[in-house]
């Protein structure tokens, strides 16, 4: 066929210039690694494929958890409430979040390049990785705010110009995850549909999303299909524990009214062979502490 004739691409992740919401199924892998190729088994990767996240409990140890927590809370002291990439609540100047923390301190440098993370998401991705976004998030005790339902890959392809969904987050535990705190919470088998949302991004979308994201999230017929189908899982433990999660899986979190805070440190590891490319619903890529673009690889140990 001549290249005049030659229809157009379609991108198979297009969202937020629908006018109804729709649901499609994935058309990627979502394991591209096999047993033997990093640390995880043939059952947890066949868990993974499956569920779109595995929970491996005590993966680091008390000593090189209370390091992590000193400079966790080290951070947040420190920083600037006003600076871009740190996020206070929506109705103070509590730290809510950090995020570019694998260019600001050595501990979390490290412990981006650590096996136990790096090395279970090369395995998972198939390819060398680099780090695409690194966060700590804080919720303190009684009054952490909610993390409402979401799929990650929704945003960082509309915005970030992520291709395809070839990324794995990992949540390293800093505080006990217990039913009282606000944990994590996941949608088993979510990650194998797509969901469409309403809405153009408005410019600068980030700079509300971060505090209340509303643009980007599905309905509630979504959800309560998709946990029909699926049910609520939130994984609970002890920290240094690690939730390994695909970057299509829906999840979210409820707000600690609790007196016990949840914190954890967060990496997200995207395929070298997925690279940003324009954003594909947005004028503008977001800013770089959102998605790292120069990041180089990560290297192995």
Known sequence: ???????????????????????????????????????????????????????????????????????????????DPDQDWVIAEPDSRTVRSVFKVHRLDEVFVELAREPRLAGVARQILGSDVSVHQSRINFKPGFRGKEFYWHSDFETWHVEDGMPRPRAVSASIILTPNNEFNGPLMLVPGSHKVYVRCVGETPEDNYKSSLKKQEIGTPSVDALTAMVRDGGIVAPKGEAGSVIFFDCNTMHGSAGNISPFPRNNVFFVYNSLENALTEPFGADKPRPDFLGDRDAPPVGRL
């Open 1 to 79: 066929m001549c290249a005049a004739n030659a229809q157009p691409l379609i991108d198979p992740y297009h969202s937020r210039d629908v006018p109804r919401e729709e649901q499609a199924p994935r058309v990627d892998p979502v394991v591209y690694g096999k047993p033997g190729d990093g640390p995880l088994s043939a059952d947890q990767l066949a868990d993974f494929e499956r569920d779109g996240f595995l929970f491996l409990p005590s993966l680091f140890s008390a000593d090189e958890v209370l390091e992590l927590q000193k400079h966790a809370a080290g951070l947040a002291k420190k920083v």
